[in-house]
């Protein structure tokens, strides 16, 4: 799934609509946040540590409606800017954002809840394992399974709302990925892909999705 899609497709499922302000953890380049704002008419607040991501998701915002209410702040999830700590969010948005981060996983959902109001929704789409996606054949390296994600969620004082495995959404865009690698005749980018395929189906890499309430 591209990020858009995830967007609108995970945006639905934590029922997002026009009263909602999202905290967009690990913005990325701003596609999800951009999308949900235009898709459901809320509001999102991006952070990212990487000043380059910022730099780019603030471009594509710049291309978009002045209607569109969405704020891109560079930071880490473990010393938020100023300006973010002191919003309270309807909703926390986690994608692909905490597959690296596997020894702080419970840190950094923690600090989804700290965002949320009560009752609030986390909704988390990520890598799962057991390998890490990137290094897939590195032994040494993981990513957390998707038992891990929904037991540390429930552990952070959420009530599981959605839990799906969606790696077969994950085999689909990157199948479509390895036909245009091959178009292309790129090969570092078909071997990458062809590598990733193989793991998907052997289930070493998969996708999860969950949406959870804050109690």
Same mark, same amino acid.
């Not at 799934?1 to 934590?14: F, K, Q, R, V």
């Not at 991501?53 to 100023?82: C, W, Y």
């Not at 865009?173 to 390895?178: A, D, K, M, P």
């Given at each position: 799934? +591209? ?5 609108? $497709?995970?945006?639905? &499922?934590?029922q997002l609509d026009t009263r909602s302000i999202v905290l967009d953890m690990g913005c990325g380049e701003g596609t999800p946040?951009?999308? *949900? ?6 509001? @999102?607040?991006?952070?990212? #540590? ?5 730099? +780019?998701? %603030?471009?594509?915002? =710049?291309?978009?409606? =002045? ?15 100023? %300006?973010?700590?002191?919003? *309270? ?7 692909? +954002? ?12 923690? @600090?989804? /809840?700290? *965002?949320?109001?009560s009752g609030g929704t986390f909704i988390l789409v990520d890598y799962c394992g057991p ?5 897939? %054949?590195?032994? =040494?390296? =993981? ?28 085999? /689909?865009? !990157? !199948?479509? &990925? ?8 790129? !090969? @570092?980018?078909?071997?990458? $892909?062809?590598?990733?395929? +193989? ?8 996708? #999860?999705?969950? @949406?959870?309430?804050?109690?």
């Open positions: 799934l +591209s990020s858009g899609i995830n967007a609108e $497709y995970g945006g639905t &499922l934590g946040a951009i999308t *949900m704002a235009k898709q459901f008419g809320c509001k @999102v607040v991006g952070v990212d #540590v990487s000043e380059n991501n910022i730099a +780019s998701a %603030r471009k594509f915002l =710049s291309e978009e409606s =002045s209607t569109l209410n969405v704020q891109f702040h560079e930071g880490n999830f473990f010393d938020m800017p100023a %300006r973010v700590q002191h919003e *309270m969010f309807t909703h926390v948005w986690a994608q692909v +954002s905490f597959f690296h981060t596997h020894a702080h996983l419970r840190r950094c959902i923690d @600090v989804a /809840a700290s *965002m949320l109001k390998r890490h996606p990137v290094f897939t %054949r590195d032994t =040494s390296k =993981s990513a957390p399974d998707m038992n891990e994600y929904i037991q540390t969620v429930k552990d952070a004082g959420f009530n599981i709302l959605v839990q799906e495995d969606a790696s077969r959404h994950f085999l /689909a865009g !990157t !199948t479509f &990925l390895r036909k245009i690698a091959g178009e292309e005749k790129n !090969t @570092v980018e078909i071997n990458f $892909y062809d590598g990733r395929i +193989s793991s998907i189906k052997e289930k070493l890499i998969g996708m #999860v999705i969950i @949406v959870a309430q804050k109690k």
